[in-house]
């Protein structure tokens, strides 16, 4: 079509629409904006200039009401931090985010090497795949993993990597349980084992009462992580 952005102008988008959405703007090389309310630009409250970026917030579902700037950059400037997913909806805004505040390295890791390419690409302003801020692995891959927090010895690490389409898990629910419930223990048992400081696990509302394989199976990971922060209390 030629278009090079997507605008979302859906004020009741929930997270998972706007996920959605943000994955096929990511295959087809669209930028995503979100649009104010329509009532707003009418009123003159807003203006077209008020577009803005997608951010985590609208991924995630949770709007932040108030941000710490100086609380985050003490846990991610200068430190090795490292993102799971980095290549999907959620991760590639957090990789877009942390970049900002300079962390010593941004490691992201991902099973699609075109997810990869494209986060790499939308940071770095080029995407040649040959530097070592890329990882290509599977988190259901336990041993895989292990070795790479082994030799990487990341600090921090935000866990986004999961499967999260609502009816292709209703669909392959051995599938969601393996990514996002074993895959999840794969990763937990990894940083355990490295020494890593902060482990941040990215979860979704539909785990605060779950009803589908999705919130179960991301319920489960909450759980592990509760379990794992505990053990290292």
Known sequence: TGASALLIAIPSADSQLVGELADLSSAASLQVKILPVVDDLISGRVTI???????????????????????????????RVLVTGAGGSIGSELCEQIYRFAPSELLMLDRDESALHQVQLSIHGRALLESSDTILADIRDAATVEQIFLDRRP???????????????????????????????????????????????????????????????????????????????
């Not at 577009?51 to 400037?77: C, F, K, P, W």
């Not at 669909?171 to 490295?194: C, D, F, W």
């Open 155 to 233: 600090d921090v690490v935000f866990h986004a990597a999961a499967l999260k389409h609502l009816p292709l898990l209703e669909m392959y629910p051995q599938e969601g349980h393996k990514t996002n419930v074993i895959g999840s223990l794969n990763v937990l048992r990894a940083a355990e084992v490295s020494g890593v400081s902060v482990f941040v696990n990215v979860s979704t509302d539909k785990a605060a009462n779950p009803t589908s394989v999705l919130g179960y199976t991301k319920r489960a990971a909450e759980r592990l992580t509760a379990h794992f922060a505990a053990e290292a209390a």
């Open 49 to 79: 200039g008020d577009i803005r970026d997608l951010d985590a917030s609208d991924l995630m579902g949770r709007h932040q009401v108030e941000t710490n700037i100086d609380e985050i950059a003490r846990y991610l400037t200068g430190r």
